[in-house]
Nanobody
């Protein structure tokens, strides 16, 4: 399984960005996004579970970020709006063969992209 992210960049506070992650290999039943800043633990952002289309969001991004799954293209995207300086981080795409309903622990995900930098200036 290979996950490749795209779409990061620099944006002003209040702006928007869309991240995409393309997956190759066997179908991943859960895909999502985590983020990490220097010296901090990797933290959950959002996940999508293919079975039933369930989505889960961190409280810090709820109402601002939306996760989308496109099975035809084997991609998962994260639409980020109303970005804040505290959203600055490296964003990682994550996936797993299992259906992880509500599972927000990074250790539960076996497949990871290399990350894409998102920087929000104030």
């Amino acid at each position: 399984v290979q996950l490749v992210e795209s779409g990061g960049g620099l944006v002003q506070a209040g702006g928007s960005l869309r991240l995409s992650c393309a997956a190759s290999g066997p179908k991943l039943y859960t895909m999502g996004w985590f983020r990490q800043t220097p010296g901090e633990e990797r933290e959950f952002v959002a996940i999508h579970v293919w079975s039933g289309g369930a989505t889960y969001y961190a409280d810090s991004v709820k109402g601002r970020f939306t996760i989308y799954r496109n099975d035809t293209e084997s991609t998962v995207s994260l639409q980020m709006t109303d970005l804040r300086p505290e959203d600055t981080a490296v964003y990682y795409c994550a996936g797993d063969l299992g259906s992880h309903f509500g599972v927000v622990v990074p250790a539960a995900y076996h497949y990871w992209g290399r990350g894409t930098q998102v920087t929000v200036s104030s």
